[in-house]
T-cell receptor, first 110, second 114 residues
Framework: DSGVTQTPKHLITATGQRVTLRCSPRSGDLSVYWYQQSLDQGLQFLIQ???????AKGNILERFSAQQFPDLHSELNLSSLELGDSALYFC?????????FGSGTRLTVV | GENVEQHPSTLSVQEGDSAVIKCTYS??????FPWYKQELGKGPQLIID?????GEKKDQRIAVTLNKTAKHFSLHITETQPEDSAVYFCAASIGFGTGNQFYFGTGTSLTVIP
């Protein structure tokens, strides 16, 4: 157990729908990062939050949004889902130095 | 911004042989270089890291070398075992502080053939 908790582990939904992925960082970690990993692809950086504020943005689609709450957990919202959004979504947290990744949410859009 | 390139994308070795994965980075300000191992269906896990003030770091069968002048760093796995089969990612970061951003390579899929 890495200490970073992601829920749900699996999600199957239809095109056009909206889903929310949740991430609880390690205790004390202030930064949360979201990554998308499509089949046989690398880690695509989506967005970073630090202590509730957006810190950096990567290749995140306008249909996607995220936030970090006062208790530091974060949610990634994906809307108007398309087949191509099927992927593993990872969050990572850090306080000082290296990232710790969660085990991911596997999203399947049918 | 920083750009990290990683080679090869796939690598097959016989059990017991060595494996080497290489990465280059573009921003000379980068000073922290971690390596992650991702097993099937799991999240990436940190296996070793190096800071720019050292040239080499070793942990049992794995080692990382850094050449700041050439802006490249490498992961070396010796005496490979089937459980080393996984996808490996390198990364570069400016700083080692709170909220620093990592730039990842595209990954290397390592297969160790028994």
């Amino acid at each position: 157990d890495s200490g970073v908790t992601q829920t749900p582990k699996h999600l199957i939904t239809a095109t056009g729908q909206r889903v929310t992925l949740r991430c609880s960082p390690r205790s004390g970690d202030l930064s949360v990062y979201w990554y998308q990993q499509s089949l046989d692809q690398g880690l695509q950086f989506l967005i970073q939050y630090y202590n509730g504020e957006e810190r950096a943005k990567g290749n995140i689609l306008e249909r996607f949004s995220a936030q970090q709450f006062p208790d530091l957990h974060s949610e990634l919202n994906l809307s108007s889902l398309e087949l191509g959004d099927s992927a593993l979504y990872f969050c990572a947290s850090s306080l000082r130095g290296s990232y710790t990744f969660g085990s991911g949410t596997r999203l399947t859009v049918v | 911004g920083e750009n990290v390139e990683q080679h090869p994308s796939t690598l097959s070795v016989q059990e017991g042989d060595s494996a080497v994965i290489k990465c280059t980075y573009s921003d000379s300000a980068s000073n922290y270089f971690p390596w992650y191992k991702q097993e099937l269906g799991k999240g990436p896990q940190l296996i070793i890291d190096i800071r720019s003030n050292v040239g080499e770091k070793k942990d049992q069968r794995i080692a990382v070398t850094l050449n700041k002048t050439a802006k490249h760093f490498s992961l070396h796995i010796t005496e490979t075992q089937p459980e080393d089969s996984a996808v490996y990612f390198c990364a570069a970061s400016i700083g080692f502080g709170t909220g620093n951003q990592f730039y990842f390579g595209t990954g290397t899929s390592l297969t160790v053939i028994p």
